[in-house]
């Protein structure tokens, strides 16, 4: 199924997809629907290059849905390692992602670089595959430009993706709620310093877009989202230890 297009104004190049795994995408899976991941596709209508926001479940239908558009995929950007995230196995459930992407065709996969290790074993992709980053660095998609922010916490090289006016958070920073700090590589310390500092610099009007449909809407401008998110509401880090720490 491919899902429609994305309403955009005529004179709007900027290229920029909300899919929903298990509604949009990979219909037919179960884990799918119940994991409720978006994919993103970010890029510029006018070159026809966009990039894939955490391909997993259906890699290959998510590039039918950029054919449909006009649209071919230029790269990969990974949020964090996990499985619903970039393929791998989950809970035992074998969920395809970047790995069988790159079967049918070579595109750099960037990733943070505290994260390499883990895509690696976790992807079934090689390094030679991925292309590590610091937060702060920029890529160009056209006349786009997608800034990295290591945002460690939920995993060691988790990473939001700042575009046009758009936060892309992962795992990192849910409208309601923020990701779990009690798998493999999570840090709650750094969880909270990722929310309270390394995402101060997001204005209030920047739309975040999450990593799951955790929450009614899809998404919300970060002033409404620092307003009403619980992981806001803690003064301290040993408030916010206290809370959510888990």
Do not use: K
């Amino acid at each position: 199924m491919v899902a429609p297009p994305a309403p955009t104004a005529p004179d709007d190049r900027r290229y920029f997809r909300q899919l929903l795994a298990g509604r949009d995408f990979a219909c037919e899976n179960d884990v799918a629907r119940q994991m409720a991941n978006f994919v993103y596709a970010v890029g510029d209508r006018v070159t026809g290059e966009a990039l894939l926001v955490d391909p997993a479940y259906a890699p290959a239908e998510l590039l039918d849905v950029l054919e449909a558009d006009g649209m071919r995929c230029a790269g990969v950007l990974a949020t964090h390692y996990h499985a619903d995230h970039v393929g791998g196995s989950l809970a035992g459930w074998p969920i395809d992602g970047v790995a069988v992407l790159l079967e049918h065709l070579q595109v750099p996969v960037h990733v943070q670089r505290d994260e390499l290790p883990w895509v690696v074993r976790g992807a079934g992709v090689s390094a030679a595959d991925l292309v590590p980053h610091e937060s702060g660095d920029r890529l160009a998609v056209g006349s786009l430009v997608v800034t990295l922010v290591h945002t460690p916490g939920h995993t060691p090289g988790s990473q939001c993706f700042l575009v046009d006016g758009a936060l892309v958070s992962g795992d990192t920073l849910f409208l309601q709620g923020c990701g779990r700090t009690d798998l493999p590589g999570s840090d709650p310390v750094a969880m909270y310093d990722s929310l309270t500092s390394r995402l101060a610099q997001v204005p209030d009007g920047t739309i975040v877009y999450p990593g799951h449909q955790y929450a009614p809407e899809p998404s919300a401008p970060m002033g409404e989202v620092r307003r009403d998110n619980l992981c806001f509401r803690p003064g301290s880090a040993q408030e916010w230890l206290d809370m959510f720490a888990r």
